[in-house]
């Protein structure tokens, strides 16, 4: 999980002003000691840190701060969004061309995770929002990127645009972008060399095609395992081909975060994605945002719907949603529910991105593997309809049939009927928020 230790710590002096009825100066100079210490151990530039440091400390000894009924928590708003802006503010969207297709460039270093997140952007660009990506293996140096970018084609069933490795880069991008109009195919995706370090062979060549193809998008994919490496990287590229956007991957095992805090505020462009994972579906746009609330343990609540979103059937969730509303959430939809959370993935992942939610044990204890999904099956149809609809009733002598009729333990049943009651709850803060999501537009 990334931002372990940073999340740890900024928490850990968050709780300390929290509840402070009165915030002096003295308070919040050593609250932002901790969280430049903390800032700094997670590796962010140093220069970010100085300059995040001076703005929270202007803001929060500021009158509207010390004059308010919460300090403590004022102080925590203005770290919120602070640390909101310094990693770009508004979620940054892909540029579209006016007339298709748009062009992107994907740039970057090898083994930063190129290769794959052509792959993965196609792969998002067509579940959410319909389009046909063109993939093109413009990296003709590294013997296997080509066959690695044809088999992800396969695996996505995606046309992928290779000229074999005899053929210029710069000529392979430009009859790609015509077979793409020939074709109607509405994004091409050109996937470039990479080298072990930034050289002057390797940026001419972006260069040429750069000024070839004309993109709409130049893509740089940073790996932020690297850190302020993956900072200089940014720096460096965006020298040389005045970058649109950047990629961080690898986020699902940077620890740290340096980069995904340093890199918008050290080279002025924006995170438009971030990698979580090796598989085609991690990828997610990064919202700075949510980033900031997930450092500061507040959830994301609002990646967890969207997750539950494209995982859901549109009327389902409606009707679930009223439900919630009204609290009429009955075992007929809880094992819907559960089958659908199968489904969003591991139940930990999810659960990080609640607020709250370490407080829900006995949500954290459900284990939705299919035998368990089996046993809780069981139970629930042991229950008659009534029972189903108004788990209420079910008292010590109903508990003893259903037990009976399901062939599961007393204990079972009860450890359901308590789950029921905290999915219940969380299906309840769940409907809360997303009440609020109107003002989130999802961007590509
Ligand atoms: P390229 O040389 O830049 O094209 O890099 P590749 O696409 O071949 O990726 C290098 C390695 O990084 C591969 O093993 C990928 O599976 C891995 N990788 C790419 N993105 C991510 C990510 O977001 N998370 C994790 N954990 N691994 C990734």
Redesign the pocket.
């Known amino acids: 999980m990334a931002f372990e230790g940073l999340a740890e710590r900024l928490q850990s002096s968050i709780k300390k002003m929290k509840g402070k009825g009165k915030v002096n100066e003295q308070d919040v100079k050593e609250m932002m000691r901790e969280v430049r210490l903390a800032l700094l151990e997670a590796d962010v530039n140093f220069k970010v840190v100085k300059k995040f440091v001076a703005n929270v400390k202007e803001r929060a000894v500021g009158q509207d701060v010390m004059d308010s009924l919460t300090p403590g928590q004022q102080v925590i708003k203005v770290v919120n969004e602070e640390l909101t802006s310094l990693m770009g503010g508004e979620q940054s969207k892909l540029n579209t061309a006016s007339k298709p297709p748009t062009v992107v460039m994907m740039v970057?270093?090898?083994?930063?995770?190129?290769?794959?997140?052509?792959?993965?952007l196609a792969n998002h660009l067509r579940k959410q929002h319909n389009r046909k990506p063109l993939l093109v293996a413009a990296?003709i140096y590294?013997p296997?990127?080509i066959q690695?970018l044809e088999t992800l084609g396969k695996q996505l069933d995606m046309p992928v645009f290779s000229l074999g490795d005899q053929v210029s880069p710069v000529e392979i991008a430009k009859k790609a972008v015509e077979k793409a109009k020939e074709e109607h195919l509405d994004y091409v995706l050109i996937?470039t060399a990479?080298r072990l370090h930034v050289d002057e062979d390797l940026m001419n060549e972006l260069t040429q095609i750069k000024n070839e193809v004309k993109p709409d998008e130049i893509l740089l994919?940073v790996?932020?395992m690297t850190g302020q490496d993956a900072v200089n990287v940014a720096e460096n590229f965006n020298e040389q081909l005045d970058l649109t956007g950047v990629v961080?991957?690898?986020?699902?095992?940077d620890t740290r975060g340096g980069a995904a805090i340093s890199v918008k505020a050290v080279t002025d462009t924006p995170i438009k994605f971030?990698?979580?994972?090796?598989k085609i579906d991690?990828?997610e746009p990064f919202h700075p945002e949510r980033m900031a609330s997930r450092i500061l343990g507040m959830g994301d609540m609002l990646s967890l719907i969207e997750k539950a979103q494209t995982n859901v059937d549109e009327e389902k969730a409606k009707e679930l949603e009223r439900k919630m509303r009204t609290n009429d959430l009955t075992f007929d939809d809880f094992l819907e529910q559960l089958a659908q959370v199968k489904e969003m993935g591991p139940l930990d992942e999810i659960m990080n991105m609640m607020p709250g939610a370490g407080k829900m044990k006995g949500l954290k204890n459900i284990q939705v593997d299919d035998k368990q999904l089996a046993h809780i099956e069981a139970i629930v149809k042991s229950m008659t309809k009534y029972e189903r609809e108004n788990p209420s009733v079910i008292n010590a002598s109903r508990k003893k049939r259903i037990s009976k009729g399901s062939g599961r333990s007393i204990q079972e049943v009860n450890r359901l009927l308590k789950q029921f009651d905290e999915m219940k709850k969380m299906m309840k803060q769940m409907s809360g928020m997303q009440k609020g999501k109107g003002k989130q537009k999802g961007g590509f």
């Open positions: 970057g270093l090898q083994g930063a995770g190129k290769t794959t997140t052509t792959g993965k990296d590294r296997a990127a690695q996937d990479g994919v790996d932020a961080l991957t690898k986020l699902d095992g971030a990698g979580m994972g090796e991690q990828l």
